[in-house]
Each structure stands twice: as C-alpha cells, then as structure tokens.
C-alpha cells in the first residue's frame, strides 16, 4: 500500500476531489486486469468548468500548463476513489502518459506534465513516483492543452 494515508493527505492538502468525470465517448474510465488498473485519458475540465484551452507554448504559460495538468491529476484521482472506493487501496502509480497541446516551437512537455506527477508525490508520497512520457503533440480533443492516462497497482 502507498506509505502515506492518501485519503488522509487529500484532506490536509485542502483538496475536493471532484465527481468521476464520465467518458465523453465510446469508452470507459477504468479497467482493471489482476493488480493492475488502468484510466483512460483524463482532460483538465472540471464539472461545469473549462477553464484552460489552447495550445501550451502559444495560448498558455508553462505555469498554465502545469496547473491543466495538476486539474488532469484531480480527475484522475476523482475516478480512482470511484473505481477503488478509497485512494487508500492504491498500492503505487506504476506509468503516467501526458499528452500536450503544443505549439511547434515549444519543448517543456516535462515541466508541463511536472503538475501532474507532482501532485501524486504529493498524495501518495514515494508510492506516488511513477515511469513516465510527456508527449508534444499538434491538438487535443476540445481543444485541451493536457490529457493524461494512468497505470496503478491495486490491492486485490
């Protein structure tokens, strides 16, 4: 099990973690196979709010960025609870992939993404730190400037 209490480092980080967002598409949120479960692409919107869209590099800051991915982490976070019933039964965040909406000159995927994986450092402590692929990439659904899916272990 992750080394912190993450249910409990949600609260003292001051966090509400929102409803699971529902797919927007032919898909599901999650699925899990043994000790493994893995999300699909999670966007930045949050229930009735869309508050980041374009291109990084171009329409937003790094420092924008960052936070579209750190709200990409709070979905994906709200769809653990809801698949697991508490973060708590996360054993550790195996694989992160970050896709951003990038200008053609922009190169700071990494630091973008850094909002997200600092985040599940944040809640589930050393458990939280994770492999990992910041991609450029020309467009995303909706005009997101993030989307990220995830790999977790799991108790049984």
């Known amino acids: 099990m992750a080394e912190a209490d ?7 980080l001051g966090m509400e973690l929102p409803v699971a967002p529902t797919p927007a598409a032919s898909y599901i ?3 899990r196979t043994g000790r493994l479960l893995f999300l699909s692409g999670h966007g930045s919107d949050m229930p009735g709010e869309r508050q980041y869209r374009g291109r990084v590099g171009s329409d937003l800051t790094v420092e924008q960025g960052y936070q579209a991915a750190r709200a990409c982490a709070i979905n994906l976070l709200a769809t653990l609870r809801a698949e697991l019933g508490s973060l708590n039964r996360v054993v550790r965040v195996v694989k992160v992939l970050g ?3 990038s200008s053609t000159d922009f190169f700071a995927q990494p630091q973008v993404m850094n909002g997200c994986s600092d985040l599940f450092v ?5 458990a939280g730190r994770h492999a990992r692929s910041a991609i450029g990439t020309s467009c995303l659904p909706l005009n997101l400037p993030v989307e990220v899916e995830m790999i977790v ?3 049984v």
């Not at 993450?6 to 003292?12: A, C, N, Q, V, Y």
Request: charged share 35%; proline share 5%.
């Open 6 to 12: 993450p249910e409990g480092r949600i609260r003292e």
């Open 29 to 31: 949120g999650a699925t």
């Open 99 to 101: 896709f951003v909406n």
């Open 122 to 126: 944040e809640v589930f402590g050393e």
């Open 153 to 155: 272990e799991v108790l």
